[in-house]
């Protein structure tokens, strides 16, 4: 795991959406895998950026999303679908039939799971994926407990996943209680993987991540397994590593080939 600590939360997802746009001038047809939530606005917000004034073309790009709630159709304000269009889709070039996001509306979820995943193996696998992470751990929807070898399906939601992320309903009782999500199998089998955490919320759920073992009962432990992984914190988030003055000393001191 490569930890890279930075002085606030701008300057970190600037850092992603910059991982992102190399790959994408290198690969024109990468496969991204996306992640929502508040964290990754930053580097959407500096990705539509970079289209805007640096030309940073989407048009044989495409993307997978990592999950979205049962039972939302994409027209709901909170649902998964929505958040992308608003935050990213709608404002660079990607091409509509190139975005996948997980149908809330399936009527057979197991058979669409099976077709997503074999949906993002047509397509050569997933490049890099963008990850958040959830405050007792999770990446996309793997709550606790989850199977590391686990793949798309359905999962219930913890209570307080679910109070996490009332503040996008107009009540929390709106929050669905499903949702289908990739598993964290499928997040392993990303080429390159990373983890964005902002801000003192995430400290503990970060640090036992990344220093504790690796665990199902933390499903973000289990990219200590992934050989490319990069995590990109701000101050805050990284502010209960142990180890943090030796991830900083580590990072100042890259070859210069090395850096990003
Ligand atoms: C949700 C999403 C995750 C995200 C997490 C954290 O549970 N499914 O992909 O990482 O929220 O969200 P936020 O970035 O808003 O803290």
Same mark, same amino acid.
């Given at each position: 795991m490569e930890i890279v600590i930075e002085s606030n939360s701008e300057r970190a997802g600037v850092l992603a959406a910059r991982l992102i746009a190399r790959l994408v001038r290198e690969k024109p047809d990468a496969v991204l895998g996306l992640a929502t939530g508040s964290t990754p606005l930053g580097v959407y917000r500096e990705l539509v950026r970079m289209h805007r004034e640096e030309h940073l073309d989407f048009s044989r790009v495409t993307t997978f999303n990592l999950d979205e709630y049962v039972g939302l159709s994409g027209a709901h304000p909170a649902s998964y679908r929505r958040f992308m269009e608003e935050n990213l889709f709608s404002q660079i070039n990607v091409a509509p039939q190139n975005v996948f996001i997980p149908d809330g509306m399936a009527s057979d979820v197991p058979g669409f799971c099976r077709e997503y995943e074999d949906r993002i193996r047509a397509h050569g696998g997933i490049d890099v994926q963008l990850l958040g992470i959830g =405050?007792? =751990?999770?990446? =996309?929807?793997?709550?606790?407990?989850?199977?590391?070898?686990?793949?798309t399906r359905i999962k219930t939601l913890t209570p307080k996943t679910r109070q996490d992320n009332a503040r996008f309903f107009a009540s929390p009782e709106e929050v669905p209680h499903h949702v289908i999500t990739m598993g964290v199998g499928t997040i392993l089998d990303a080429r390159q993987v990373v983890l964005l955490a902002l801000g003192a919320g995430k400290a503990r759920a970060v640090r036992e991540a990344v220093e =504790?073992?690796?665990t199902a009962m933390v499903p973000a432990s289990v990219l200590q397994m992934h050989p490319s992984v990069k995590v990109l914190l701000d101050s805050q988030a990284a502010s209960e590593l142990e180890r943090s003055d030796y991830y900083r000393w580590v990072y100042e001191n890259k070859p210069d080939w090395q850096r990003f």
């Open positions: =405050g007792d =751990g999770h990446i =996309g929807f793997n709550e606790p407990s989850s199977s590391l070898a686990s793949r =504790g073992p690796v």
